[in-house]
């Protein structure tokens, strides 16, 4: 009876505390997002797309990963509990990345807006990767919208890539690069890619164009979109 309680009350504090990182992580990406689009051009990636904008907050998916929480606003943790995976573990990538135009706020500097209309999200996104720029946005993991070959990781979050799995084939992904450059793609394939194989990760690049990932809740496998861009 007491261990099953411990449990209980260690899965509500765990529910109390995923939902307090979501909300922060969705108000400091709010905020982000409306200075960047004050700085590029006038935008218009919204008006040809065919899916009602929804709001991230309207989903009951929560995260155990990301940004520590306000700490004048938290529950407590009990120490039991795992620590915080790190997406990039297995994945650092040394690769040079390509010169792109960036605006920046808070320090950090922003590549552009990503936008996939069937979840409601949009959201800036972050030139190169790094912990503190992962934890306010989705960050470019390596590559770019022109080349190509463009990979952006970010946490689990319900208001980041929390419910990319619900992507299915067709369905549109959106971006629009600091020139105001607009790439409409197109979903063709979602998979789960092993925390500790980063070679998958960018193998065909022939077959996508842009691919989304993100951990899964154990943080030993990601979960990865594959798009092409649009006709």
């Known amino acids: 009876m007491t261990a099953g309680t411990m449990l209980l009350l260690a899965a509500l504090f765990l529910l109390l505390y995923n939902r307090n990182e979501d909300n922060q992580a969705e108000k400091v990406t709010s905020e982000i997002l409306t200075e960047l689009k004050a700085q590029m051009p006038e935008l218009h990636y919204k008006e040809e797309s065919s899916y009602p904008v929804v709001s991230p907050a309207e989903s009951n998916v929560t995260s155990i990963y990301g940004m520590v929480p306000d700490l004048d606003n938290t529950v407590e943790i009990p120490s039991e509990l795992p620590a915080e995976p790190d997406i990039f573990a297995e994945y650092d990538s040394s690769a040079e990345q390509t010169e792109t135009v960036v605006y920046y706020v808070n320090d950090i500097a922003y590549m552009g807006i990503l936008y996939i209309p069937k979840l409601g999200l949009e959201l800036p996104v972050v030139s190169d990767w790094s912990y503190p720029g992962l934890k306010a946005a989705p960050c470019r993991y390596t590559g770019s919208a022109e080349e190509g070959n463009l990979v952006i990781a970010a946490h689990n979050y319900r208001c980041h890539f929390g419910r990319i ?3 299915d084939s067709g369905d549109e992904i959106i971006f629009t ?55």
């Open 165 to 167: 799995s619900e992507l």
């Open 177 to 231: 690069d600091g020139n105001g450059t607009v790439y409409r793609y197109s979903v063709v394939q979602s998979e789960i890619i092993g925390g500790k194989n980063a070679a998958a990760m960018l193998s065909d690049p022939e077959n996508w164009d842009i691919t989304l990932f993100t951990c899964t809740y154990s943080g030993a496998s990601r979960v990865t979109v594959r798009a092409v861009l649009a006709e």
